[in-house]
């Protein structure tokens, strides 16, 4: 089902796609965790994304960059949406004080350590989870 419920700005902030649909639509097969919608990251939060982000998922919702929201749509986005899958678990499993202390944690402490952004972020262990699932599904 794409929704596109009315009251806010333009129709990219509107897009919406259920995790259902979107599993069916890619071919991912398993339990669509309960409640959680894909929709185009706002353009506010698009400016934040640091280098070649295509999606950040928080509790309930998936942000997608409007490239990766057609992909997404369109079925072709498999890996991706594997990956965005492993952080909807992960915020499940730890919530959402434990999932921001260790995703920051690992990130700040490499920072500290002197790694570049890309570095630390791709060392960030929820990230290499996410990576992990994404490749050994593919
Ligand atoms: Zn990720």
Same mark, same amino acid.
Request: hydrophobic share 75%.
């Given at each position: 089902m794409v929704g596109m419920p009315g009251g806010a700005s333009t129709a990219d902030n509107l897009a919406a796609v259920t995790i259902d649909d979107a599993m069916a639509r890619n071919g991912v097969v398993g339990s669509p965790p309960p409640g &959680? &919608?894909? @929709? &185009? /990251?706002? /353009?506010?939060? @698009?400016r934040l994304w640091v280098g070649p982000v295509q999606a950040m998922t928080l509790p309930g919702v998936i942000y997608a960059s409007p490239d990766a929201f057609r992909a997404l749509e369109q079925g072709t986005a498999r890996a991706l949406l594997i990956h965005e899958l492993e952080h909807v678990h992960q915020w499940r499993d730890h919530g959402r004080l434990g999932f921001t202390i260790r995703y920051l944690g690992d990130y700040v402490g490499a920072r500290l350590a002197g790694f570049s952004h890309a570095t630390a972020y791709r060392a960030i262990s929820f990230e290499r989870e996410a990576r992990a699932a994404a490749r050994d599904a593919m």
């Open positions: &959680v &919608v894909i @929709r &185009v /990251a706002p /353009a506010w939060l @698009r």
